[in-house]
């Protein structure tokens, strides 16, 4: 079965300090991973994505992810939280031949504490 | 930049009413599809849409519900006949391309709520 499982409901952290969202996915192909932030009383933004090119991707406001095959993981990362990135983040997986259905993961709060 | 928006913010309808949540896409847009999302659950994909008819449903996508682009820039989820459990976040969202690789752009959402 095709999955995505997002390990912390809610991660908290300091202004300054660096943050880390975890993602793992489940799944027979290669997939496509996104990783999408939802402030409030908004849309879901792309941050970042992986397409197989890199397994380091760069995407914006300075958040980076790592795709891992052998662990099947796709966490974000950034050296150095903001009090904007303070929002809701999901770990997004598609797979090939599905119509453009994107699975989500349950998705992590992240708070930034001044 | 251009952007997805979606209309009503927020719906408020008795249990058997019918509601249709509207949606604007990105102009250049040919790929289409609606998620819900239920409080405390996840986002769930719907339905996706391209050249006026489905490419792919869940099963959540039964009888009831229903999808159109009825003008060039419109793009409707009809709800017939309202449940509770339907009671939801709504977002529509748009690609240029379906392939594996190519980036969905999300609306704000629709608040649902079925009394």
């Known amino acids: 079965a095709q999955s995505v499982t997002q390990l912390d409901s809610h991660v908290s952290v300091s202004e300054g300090t660096p943050v880390l969202l975890r993602c793992n996915y489940s799944?027979?192909?290669?997939?496509?991973l996104f990783w999408y932030v939802q402030h409030p009383n908004k849309g879901l933004q792309l941050l970042l994505k992986?397409?197989?090119?890199?397994?380091l991707v760069k995407g914006i406001n300075g958040f980076e992810a790592e795709f891992k095959k052998s662990e099947t993981s796709f966490h974000l990362t950034k050296p150095s939280a903001h009090m904007s990135d303070a929002a809701e983040y999901f770990c997004?997986?598609?797979?090939?031949?599905?119509?453009?259905?994107?699975?989500f993961g349950q998705g992590t709060e992240l708070s930034v504490k001044p | 930049e251009p952007e997805v928006t979606q209309t009503p913010s927020h719906q408020v309808t008795q249990m058997g009413q019918e509601v249709i949540l509207r949606c604007v896409p990105i102009s250049n847009h040919l790929y289409f599809y609606w998620y819900r999302q239920i409080l405390g659950q996840k986002v769930e994909f719907l339905v996706s849409f391209y050249n006026n008819e489905i490419s792919e449903k869940s099963e959540i996508f039964d009888d009831q519900f229903s999808v159109e682009r009825p003008d060039g820039s419109n793009f409707t989820l009809k709800i017939r006949s309202t449940k509770l459990e339907d009671s939801a976040m709504y977002f529509c969202?748009?690609?240029?391309?379906?392939?594996?690789?190519?980036?969905?752009?999300f609306g704000p959402g629709t608040r649902l709520t079925v009394l």
């Open positions: 969202a748009s690609s240029q391309l379906a392939g594996l690789t190519d980036t969905q752009y």
């Open positions: 992986y397409t197989s090119a890199a397994t």
């Open positions: 799944s027979s192909y290669s997939p496509s």
């Open positions: 997004v997986v598609s797979f090939y031949n599905q119509g453009g259905k994107l699975i």
